[in-house]
């Protein structure tokens, strides 16, 4: 029996099948990982709330971006 090797072009495509069969790789579940607080193994169904960092960090983004929007766009009486 002959070994058949496999082009680069078909390791890629065979390595892109696996990785979207896979339901527990990928890029979004790094990010929602990093962004969400764990998923509780217990309670499958339940929604992720965001890390407490995280939420502060955007409250104090959006706080920010008001305050400069307001100061910028305010016309003085």
Known sequence: METRYQTVGEMY???????RQRGDTGFRLAVRDAVFEPRNPFEPASKR???????????VFLALAFVFSYFSFHHGA
């Open 13 to 19: 495509e065979r390595l892109q099948l696996m990785i």
């Open 49 to 59: 709330r965001p890390k407490p960092a995280l939420a502060i960090i955007i409250s």
